[in-house]
């Protein structure tokens, strides 16, 4: 397959939480082209096993391969858990998840090299962070904490609000045991929770945003593989959105997050890939 | 197809909450067989478009057919209101769902004709309580009102829990005010949260457990089409568990909530019905 530095980055994610990612993208890359995949008919993910992620995950990437990106962000902290491995050994072209970016720099900041991290329950249960975080440093010790309801509040938009922060704070409370200096939020909903995060650990505590991260890192790995568009921003749909189900809603969705403005969203059959 | 009493009868829902179907079955009606199927790889139903939840709804129903049962349960309020009107005609055995069974017994339980229900958006999207309940009396005003956090809060075992109070105060609020009589409990989980909304409510308000209903309509209709079976308890298997992922997770979740040891549940590839 022909690919070069004009072509698209393809970015997936369960559901509408990957724009984080996208968004992050777009303000530290804004020359890359992106064609953006939300699984809005089978999210969660965070609840089901990793033969089923790596079933979706494969079924993406087949898709965004046949539109021809020249790169591929797992911006899902599930997929990146359970299939990032898996499936960078079947491709041709260069992977970045959101979990290994969150993990690095996660293991630069920490002083005293106890982290934290909250997620879904599957993100969570594979012990994943805590895997690539021992590899930084074998010194760090890790604390995971599922928080299966935050996804809801914020989808609720309760993001300033007594219950989510009652929720947050018994969340975070056996963290604070703990005494973590670094809290990654492993959820890409998460960082529309961060000034509640914030008001609850105080600012003792660094709270790293892989979405951030990711960006950095895609452009690192552009670099290095010679894929950096160097191209101008007139293009005239530098954005392409496809989800498997309710392009309405999440086009919606998007349109509340984005600095820019999605004008096309097009549903497709994901199980045919 | 030769159908005949001794099969048993096929439960569907999207994963767990339909147990609560099932165990009214076994409760009231303890001579029928079941094979329940629980869509976990692809739960939830409440948040995705109809036609997903048709086509996903015909897999089950071509599943369960395999298995020779001889009518079917659609134990899931958002499949019920999105496909049971579709699926009915394509089917030649009898098959009953959870929001019309329901909303029978709440026009029959109302004196000021004022009816709330609660239940995912999609349900409450669906506007089919509304339908069902101006069918039986046209005079019914229905209050419909979404309660997206509710499932979370069941599955993280918050029953009686202030967090779970405090949601459950909001959400009831505008309903109150609306001085509804009957209230519908519009989705499977929601029986497990029934003591904390009778504290809310108090004991003004009747509430509906479309569950219960939805096994008394079930013997209506077997003894209607003959088939009702007329046999022994003493089956060896009464009970089989299908599931597209998670077995373990939810044959754990099965014998909390079970009148009855779950030894097996199976996992199936529904893609492939």
Redesign the interface.
Known sequence: MQIDREAPVGVFDSGVGGLTVAREIMRNLPAEKIVYFGD????PYG???KE?IIRYSRQIVHFLKEQRVKAIVVACNTASAFALDTIEKELDIPIVGVIEAGARVAAQETRNKRIGVIGTEGTIGSGIHREYLKQQDPEITVFGKAC??LV??V??GWLKD??TD??LR?YLAELQEQQIDTLILGCTHYPLLRSAIRRILGDEVRLVNPAYETALELRKVLEENGLLDLGSENEEFPYRFYVS??AEKFQHFANSILPYDVKMTKKIDI?KY
Do not use: I
């Open positions: 809005t008919a089978r999210v609840n089901k096993s089923t299966p309801l809801s509040l989808e609720e007594p219950v009652e929720v018994r189900d309710l199980e």
